[in-house]
């Protein structure tokens, strides 16, 4: 399978620590997204990491991308209980493929 | 600007029937994408318009499932007839420039099969 699989399954925290999401992947890419869903709703895009970048940060988020070990990382800083979601990795090949997802509780 | 709105947000139906999904992707975006979930599993990618044409139908389950981009502005996915492994959320996203750029997703339109 080249679906990208994320580390952990699940997690919880208290608000204010920081959350750390991984994933990996099996193919060559051209990038590498990460997405948001919050229960019952749409895919919210996050983050897009191109296969020559090696890191991004937009906000309180930051990506790492390192091609060589085929992996992904997505660290979420200073964490508040809104940040309570799904969150997604996605290789893009020419068509996203998803991961499984992490399940992030924040607790306030 | 109006995101991608889908339609129905859900329905339910008997296995057997037919149900007809709709996706709306943002005004001026030429790539529309329709996704699954089915339960408990990854979200996978079905097929990939542009305009009116389709790119990529490689994820297409069977032959079932019929998707539709008449003029090029809305789709529709069509499942006909239904089977109970259809349930899941059925997610559009549409993009601009390509594959390869930020998709915008809708908020998935969540089929039931009993």
């Known amino acids: 399978s080249q679906q990208g699989e994320e580390d952990p399954q699940a997690l919880s925290i208290q608000e204010g620590e920081n959350a750390t999401m991984n994933c990996s992947y099996k193919?060559?890419?051209?990038?590498l997204q990460w997405y948001r869903q919050n229960s019952g709703r749409g895919l919210v895009h996050l983050i897009l990491?191109?296969?020559?970048?090696r890191e991004k940060h937009s906000g309180r988020l930051r990506v790492t991308l390192d091609t060589s070990k085929k992996s992904s990382s997505l660290l979420i800083t200073a964490s508040r209980a809104a940040d309570t979601a799904s969150y997604f990795c996605?290789?893009?090949?020419?068509?996203?493929?998803f991961g499984t997802g992490t399940r992030l509780q924040v607790f306030p | 600007e109006a995101g991608v709105t889908q339609f129905p947000s859900h329905s339910v139906i008997e296995k057997g029937q037919t149900v007809t999904l709709r996706c709306d992707p943002i005004?001026?975006?030429?790539?529309l994408y329709w996704y699954r979930r089915v339960m408990g599993k990854e979200i996978k990618f079905l097929l990939h318009?542009?305009?009116?044409?389709?790119?990529?139908e490689s994820g297409m389950p069977n032959n079932r499932f019929l998707a539709e981009r008449t003029g090029g502005t809305y789709s529709t996915l069509k499942v006909q007839p239904a089977e109970l492994e259809d349930s899941g959320v059925y997610f559009c996203?549409?993009?601009?420039?390509?594959?390869?750029?930020?998709?915008?997703f809708g908020p998935g339109t969540r089929l039931t099969v009993l």
């Open positions: 996203a549409s993009s601009q420039t390509g594959a390869h750029d930020e998709q915008f």
């Open positions: 193919t060559s890419i051209n990038n």
């Open positions: 990491i191109r296969s020559n970048e």
């Open positions: 996605a290789i893009n090949t020419d068509k996203l493929i």
């Open positions: 005004s001026g975006h030429d790539n």
């Open positions: 318009f542009v305009k009116e044409s389709k790119q990529d």
